[in-house]
Every structure is written in structure tokens, then in C-alpha cells.
């Protein structure tokens, strides 16, 4: 029984030094300045992807009214 809990106790350090390890790490990563224009990017792309796709509905819409143009 004694060995069971040196064994579990062993693993149970082991996986808390692991995971404070990698925390650890991830903290000292800084942000890189590429993270920041692909963000602007995308809220680029999906702006123009909405302001489309509304006038494209605009437009279906409009087909079908007598005297549209």
C-alpha cells in the first residue's frame, strides 16, 4: 500500500511540475506584432464580406419591383 502512494504522490509532482512549467513558459512568450495586423485583417475581410453581401441582398430584392431602374 505504502508503494501505491509513493507512486501516485510521484506522478501527482510530476504532472503539477509540468503543468507549472509550461505555464511558465507560455508567460514568457510575448506577443508577436503580426498577431495585431492579422487581426486588422480579418476585420477587414469580414467588413467587406458583409458590406457585399448586403448590397448583393439589395440588389435581389430590387430585381423583382416593377420600374426598379
Do not use: C, F, K
Not at 1 to 24: F, H, K, N
Not at 32 to 57: F, I
Amino acid at each position: 500500500m505504502t508503494t501505491i502512494l509513493v507512486v501516485v504522490a510521484a506522478v501527482a509532482l510530476l504532472v503539477t511540475a509540468v503543468v507549472g512549467y509550461v505555464s511558465w513558459r507560455d508567460r514568457q512568450r510575448s506577443i508577436p506584432d503580426e498577431d495585431g495586423t492579422a487581426a486588422r485583417d480579418a476585420e477587414s475581410r469580414r467588413h467587406r464580406y458583409e458590406t457585399q453581401r448586403h448590397a448583393s441582398q439589395h440588389h435581389t430584392l430590387r430585381r423583382d419591383e416593377p420600374n426598379s431602374m
